[in-house]
């Protein structure tokens, strides 16, 4: 048992998708300059790790200085006072000019950028100048699988003939092959679904490429568990699938940046609308059965040959939990009586935990799952709460009529004083005679 803890290799996303890469370079499908360039690494880093993994095996892609504190990092004392002196003598500095300031009035020599980079992480707001937007045509990527443009399309595919729909497209940048679903409307579920069987048919690409659309990109601040775990953004449900497979995010600022699929879009609302008319799709389904003998003959048409052969498309692993990672999660408070509330629905959590926070995971077919650290836990749903009793008065609900002492002023007698206040009690008792009130007590 023990040799067989050690034969197992701990390694992060980063560190798969590094090896997957390397191991491209090894087999002689992909130069190493452009290995260098997909993994933001020098061509002497490349070699190195290339080196490593053919003395060491795969466990030469670990970094050695792992776990270890950095030799430039600044000491903690150091950064502590630079941002109690940014905070009391330059707050609406920016980092630049108070990195100038720290070195001429305290001694203190710092880079703007890792000033930045603190002044983010304590929330320090600052003065941003705006940069002109500029746009120039892009380059495709080089290879197959690294990088993939995501979009989805509203428009009437079935004309007048059916319901409207949205086709959510992902398109290969380097070869311009597609891949594309009907659904009913652009959300979380669809982007879940669609991404799914996308890496189901061809891998894990190496990044994704879309818009801010809000099942993409949330608005929302960053929750205090957030910032503790150095997440600068919230992430949503799209977002956090992902991360877990170690793809990375890029964002258009403007449909034009991601004009290839916007142009795939104008190419399809011409030719699949009228494919669909001939085929006489009426339904989704029907739309979705036409779709998929219609895409073959797209890409052979119109692909084209990457710059480089290999394929960048990570193959999917058995550890892969895809149920469990292409699942809606949400944390829930258990309550002292081991019941959680999700979506309106109470459940009775029947194994015993002194866990507080609990995971949510409802996946693409509707089977919900709750868990705690990776653990799975029985629970099972109540159906409806109990009815409360119409005769049992709850606490707080009860009326008290309170009863003016006689020493209290409101029963003093004012018709023989001269005060002001006196004189409008006795004008208005000449003019108002009350009825007297039935009180019960």
Request: hydrophobic share 30%; charged share 30%; proline share 5%.
């Amino acid at each position: 048992m023990d040799q067989y803890q050690k034969d197992i290799l701990h390694m992060s996303q980063q560190d798969l998708n590094r090896l997957h890469v390397i191991r491209k370079v090894l087999e002689g499908t992909l130069p190493q300059l452009e290995a260098a360039s997909i993994l933001n690494l020098s061509d002497r880093q490349v070699r190195r790790i290339q080196s490593r993994i053919l003395t060491q095996g795969d466990e030469g892609i670990a970094h050695k200085a792992r776990g270890r504190l950095s030799n430039q990092s600044t000491k903690p004392k150091v950064k502590a006072r630079a941002l109690l002196i940014c905070k009391k003598f330059y707050p609406d500095f920016g980092p630049t000019l108070a990195s100038e300031k720290l070195f001429e009035g305290h001694g203190i020599k710092l880079s703007d950028e890792t000033l930045r980079t603190w002044f983010r992480e304590e929330g320090i707001i600052y003065k941003r100048r705006k940069d002109r937007p500029h746009r120039n045509w892009r380059e495709r990527k080089a290879s197959y699988g690294e990088m993939i443009q995501m979009d989805g399309s509203h428009h009437a595919w079935l004309e007048n003939r059916g319901p409207k729909l949205v086709l959510m497209a992902y398109k290969d940048d380097a070869t311009g092959e597609v891949f594309a679903r009907f659904y009913d409307h652009e959300g979380t579920i669809p982007a879940l679904d669609s991404f799914r069987r996308y890496i189901l048919k061809y891998g894990i690409p190496q990044s994704v490429y879309f818009d801010k659309h809000a099942s993409y990109k949330t608005s929302s601040k960053p929750t205090i568990q957030e910032e503790l775990k150095g997440q600068e953004e919230p992430l949503t449900q799209f977002g956090r699938v992902l991360e877990e497979l170690g793809v990375t995010r890029i964002y258009a600022h403007s449909p034009q940046a991601k004009g290839r699929i916007e142009r795939l879009f104008r190419t399809f609302q011409d030719r699949l609308v009228k494919e669909l008319r001939l085929k006489g799709a009426k339904t989704q389904g029907e739309a979705n059965q036409v779709l998929g003998e219609y895409l073959p003959v797209h890409n052979k048409r119109f692909r084209r040959l990457a710059a480089n052969e290999a394929d960048l498309h990570r193959p999917l692993k058995k550890p892969l939990n895809l149920r469990s990672i292409f699942s809606i999660k949400v944390q829930r408070t258990m309550r002292n009586d081991f019941t959680i509330v999700h979506e309106g629905q109470l459940y009775q959590i029947l194994d015993s935990t002194n866990a507080r926070e609990l995971l949510v995971e409802k996946d693409l077919s509707g089977r919900t799952r709750i868990t705690h650290a990776g653990r799975t836990l029985r629970f099972k749903p109540i159906p409806q709460r109990p009815a409360k009793d119409p005769q049992i008065q709850e606490p707080g609900k009860l009326k008290l009529v309170t009863v003016p002492l006689k020493s209290h002023p409101w029963r003093k007698d004012y018709r023989n004083m001269t005060t002001a206040p006196a004189r409008l009690y006795n004008s208005i008792k000449q003019t108002y005679q009350p009825q007297p009130l039935n009180r019960t007590f």
